[in-house]
């Protein structure tokens, strides 16, 4: 018998997807909203029941309950009661039960529905496996709440118009693609959450390093699944360093790299020593490689600068230019190969092409401060700070302000 536990924010995290795979694989994909709802549900009444009296099995309990809610909601259903002989056959599932531990990871292929379009599957699965927000969802891809809300909305509608039951993949790397973006918001929205309050989602970075370490065992062969593997682990061993003791942001070039979680970058590195040479490069093996040489260098003098432009200049031109962030981040480490000038000019042509490019304003106020041009580098602060609703960047970039006032005075 295992020892009761507490709810909290992380176990919610993973057993919720749990729940939701379980139901949509005994009651088909036309269910989709139904079981969702349903899950909802469970939680509700686990949250009001576990404080005082957890189980022994949550994800069991959770499971069962979220049947039972399935099962009342379709009794219920006004709509629904010209198939009552389907309710009758609600107790007796479709198919055998799961190994257990791969229900998230099921759930996300499920979701990335081949019948749906890529922003679809997406979004969709960023809701049912992630939990995350339209607005968290929104904020990842630079777009209007509105929009990620219609995606959902359609992408359950064309779910629910679809017959027979929800497909489970041939194989392990069927709907590789859209199940990497969904691992790659998540692990980005933990470490650089919406609202910044707070500055990362522990439980939301740790759950997407999980799945993805579930999805390099099924497909070891796969690259593209073991850059992004090597870009978490990477990216995540250097966190100690990235919060300060007041919770405040500290960019990399601040940061005490005797903090850095050696045996997460370690593993990171040795992944990439693993799979690169040979390897046809894709974005997140990319975004790996620079990491690695980030890690790879006491400080940022010692960093090689070159090689990092390099691979940024890859990786915009593997991504089509389409990417704004992208170029954000090569014009940064172009002006420590170039220089300053050459990079504000970069960055003037950049916000010519996408005038709303995030986080423009906080870099060109970077590059203005390096070049010595303080005023400047004021007045692009501000802007910085009015353009961004992320409260831990707010107050870094008002720390950075007080600074500039401070030598400009």
């Not at 079981?35 to 029941?49: F, G, I, K, S, T």
């Not at 531990?101 to 759930?107: R, S």
């Not at 069927?174 to 707070?198: C, I, K, N, Q």
Request: glycine share 6%; hydrophobic share 40%.
């Amino acid at each position: 018998m295992t020892t009761p536990v507490t709810p909290d924010e992380g176990l919610w995290r993973e057993l919720a997807p749990q729940a939701l795979a379980r139901l949509l694989r005994t009651y088909g994909r036309d269910q989709f909203e139904l079981c969702e709802d349903a899950v909802q549900d469970a939680l509700l009444d686990a949250h009001r029941q576990w404080a005082t009296r957890p189980p022994d099995d949550p994800q069991a309990w959770l499971c069962e309950t979220a049947r039972r809610r399935y099962v009342d909601r379709v009794r219920s259903d006004a709509r629904r009661r010209a198939r009552e002989t389907r309710v009758a056959l609600l107790e007796e599932p479709l198919d055998g039960e799961a190994e257990p531990g791969d229900d998230a990871l099921l759930l996300l292929q499920l979701c990335c529905h081949p019948d749906l379009p890529r922003s679809a599957q997406v979004a969709l699965t960023l809701r049912a496996v992630a939990g995350l927000s339209t607005a968290q969802i929104a904020n990842a891809y630079t777009l209007p709440e509105a929009t990620i809300a219609q995606r959902i909305t359609r992408a359950k509608r064309r779910l629910k118009d679809l017959d027979g039951d929800l497909p489970r993949p041939g194989h392990a790397e069927e709907r590789l693609a859209p199940v990497l973006d969904v691992l790659y918001v998540m692990f980005t929205e933990a470490h650089h959450t919406t609202s910044g309050a707070p500055v990362r989602d522990a439980d939301l970075a740790g759950e997407a390093i999980r799945l993805t370490r579930l999805l390099r065992q099924a497909v070891p062969d796969s690259t593209d699944v073991a850059g992004l593997l090597a870009l978490m682990l990477l990216t995540e061993g250097r966190h100690p360093a990235r919060v300060g003791e007041l919770g405040q942001l500290i960019p990399l070039d601040e940061q005490d790299r005797t903090l850095w979680n050696r045996t997460l970058v370690d593993e990171g590195l040795a992944l990439l020593d693993e799979v690169v040479p040979g390897a046809q490069p894709g974005p997140y093996l990319l975004q790996a490689c620079i990491a690695g040489v980030h890690a790879q260098a006491a400080d940022t003098e010692s960093t090689d600068w070159d090689e990092i432009h390099a691979l940024y200049t890859v990786l915009d031109a593997d991504t089509g230019g389409r990417n704004p962030v992208i170029a954000l981040n090569r014009i940064v480490a172009q002006a420590m190969v170039q220089g300053y000038a050459a990079a504000l000019s970069a960055l003037d042509d950049l916000v010519a092409n996408h005038p709303d490019v995030p986080r423009a304003d906080a870099v060109r106020a970077h590059l203005l401060e390096r070049s010595g041009r303080d005023a400047e580098a004021v007045a692009a602060c501000r802007r910085a700070i009015a353009a961004t609703v992320n409260v831990a960047e707010q107050q870094h970039l008002r720390d950075r302000l007080r600074r500039l006032v401070h030598v400009e005075e």
